[in-house]
């Protein structure tokens, strides 16, 4: 049961344009969401997280949008840059000490 | 900067054969997680400590992994006997709170083959 899906497993986008990558989830008990980026022989690393009482978070040229009666996500990064490129986890979290859920990630390609 | 830091990073066991990754966690972070990534998916939480307690092992498979962090700071993941189908990224992390409050921190992981 895959509880945070991202759909879309790859995304190309040209440098300088905005990126979008999607996530979903499923449970209603999900309070807390962020978003990993992974270079290729590399751990993950934080981008970016939103609390489910906020629908909009922004750090520089990252945001992440939540649509709670949707149960969607996304994040935008604008201006896309090439160093970007990498693979971008969803993950969530009831909060608390319960354990964090990662989607399937999704590989973003920025062509210079 | 403070990182986690993992070894192997690299490990190339035989079927049935005994394997052991360790963790230690970035100074002063009371949980730790460990995580199994295969190739296309996401990291998939094996076991969580808080301190030296776990308080999520749901998704180990006890009967050949087990975790120990014996005195709240460095861990150790020990599978025995090794399976092909435990080829993956194992992942460490840790946190300075509990996970629905901060992001953790990633080591670069150990990437395991069983052949």
């Known amino acids: 049961d895959q509880q945070v899906k991202q759909n879309s497993p790859s995304l190309s986008v040209q440098e300088g344009r905005i990126s979008i990558l999607n996530c979903d989830y499923t449970n209603s008990m999900f309070d807390y969401f962020l978003w990993y980026k992974k270079y290729p022989a590399e751990g993950p690393t934080f981008l970016i997280s939103i609390s489910s009482i906020k629908d909009k978070n922004e750090d520089g040229r990252f945001t992440v949008f939540l649509n709670k009666s949707a149960k969607h996500l996304s994040l935008h990064i604008v201006p896309s840059q090439p160093g970007d490129s990498a693979v971008y986890f969803c993950a969530a979290s009831p909060g608390g000490y319960q354990k964090v859920t990662f989607g399937t990630g999704t590989k973003l390609q920025v062509i210079p | 900067e403070a990182e986690v830091a993992q070894s192997p990073r690299y490990k190339i066991t035989e079927k049935s054969q005994a394997v052991a990754f360790w963790c230690d966690p970035i100074?002063?972070?009371?949980?730790l997680y460990w995580y199994r990534q295969i190739l296309g998916q996401g990291p998939e939480l094996l076991v969580q400590f808080q301190d030296e307690s776990v308080v999520d092992d749901s998704q180990l498979p006890k009967d050949r992994f087990s975790a120990e962090r014996l005195k709240g700071v460095d861990s150790t993941l020990k599978i025995q006997p090794a399976e092909l189908g435990d080829s993956a990224m194992y992942l460490c992390a840790s946190s300075s709170l509990p996970p629905g409050g901060t992001e953790a921190f990633f080591g670069q992981g150990t990437r395991l083959t069983v052949v």
């Open positions: 100074s002063g972070h009371a949980t």
